[in-house]
């Protein structure tokens, strides 16, 4: 189990609503861990993730796959309004680009 903690995405920022330095772990939105201290908050939400997991194992629910090891398939669909597809096509139309790769550069 601690492999698979140690690969999780963990993020630290400052948040003036919460006074100091939340550390989050992508894997488990749930979980926040806040400090004074940067390097606090990473160690506290890496012990987070950790007691989380081992909650879950007692409970015999599946301990969330790092998003490293899960499998993209390069899909997804999103839905707009109708306004928006047909701006979308005529921008693309005018830069001679599809109108995929007119969302893929701005997505990227």
């Not at 400052?14 to 940067?38: H, I, K, N, Q």
């Not at 015999?60 to 597809?85: C, L, Q």
């Amino acid at each position: 189990m601690k492999n698979v903690i140690d690969r999780y995405v963990y993020r630290v920022h400052w948040s003036d609503e919460c006074e100091g330095f939340v550390g989050t772990v992508a894997e488990m939105p749930e979980l926040r861990f806040v400090s004074d201290s940067f390097v606090e908050a990473l160690t506290g939400i890496r012990i987070s993730a950790h007691d989380e997991a081992a909650k879950l194992v007692e409970r015999g629910v599946a301990v969330p796959i790092p998003f490293e090891d899960r499998h993209y398939s390069g899909h997804f669909m999103v839905r707009v309004p109708p306004e928006v597809h047909r701006r979308l096509s005529i921008e693309a139309a005018e830069q001679g680009v599809s109108l995929n790769r007119l969302v893929q550069a701005r997505l990227s």
